[in-house]
């Protein structure tokens, strides 16, 4: 069983930046990604990084790749999203999710993971 925590979201102008993280209890070894759901919209997939001594490999949703960044610090059990750029359409609610999926190489379903996070609100105002 893994425990997620997110924190970093907030309120900022267009073109601004913010740092989602997400703290996971335990030994984290899972593949992890951010999703995002906007209101009365289904949640959509926004970036993955798998697990590995040296940090995992990344994939990106093409509606945020070159803005957003998807890092861990495995000594921490902690991801981040560092979100560039931000637009009004990033608007939404970031989830954390923890699975047994390795490296991604296409969109996945949110059904690939197990564990989720609360969520943490991101409003970006024009």
């Known amino acids: 069983q893994v425990q997620l925590v997110e924190s970093g979201g907030g309120s900022v102008q267009a073109g601004g930046s913010l740092r989602l993280s997400c703290v996971a209890s335990?030994?984290?070894?899972?593949?992890m990604a951010w999703f995002r759901q906007a209101p009365g919209k289904e949640r959509e997939f926004v970036a993955a990084i798998s697990w590995s001594w040296s940090g995992g490999s990344t994939y990106y949703a093409d509606s945020v790749k070159g803005r957003f960044t998807i890092s861990r610090d495995n000594g921490k059990n902690t991801v981040y999203l560092r979100m560039n750029s931000l637009k009004p359409e990033d608007t939404a609610v970031y989830y954390c999710a923890a699975g047994r999926v390795g490296s991604v190489t296409t969109p996945p379903s949110i059904y690939e993971y197990n564990y989720w996070g609360q969520g943490t609100q991101v409003t970006v105002s024009s």
């Open positions: 335990g030994r984290n070894t899972y593949g």
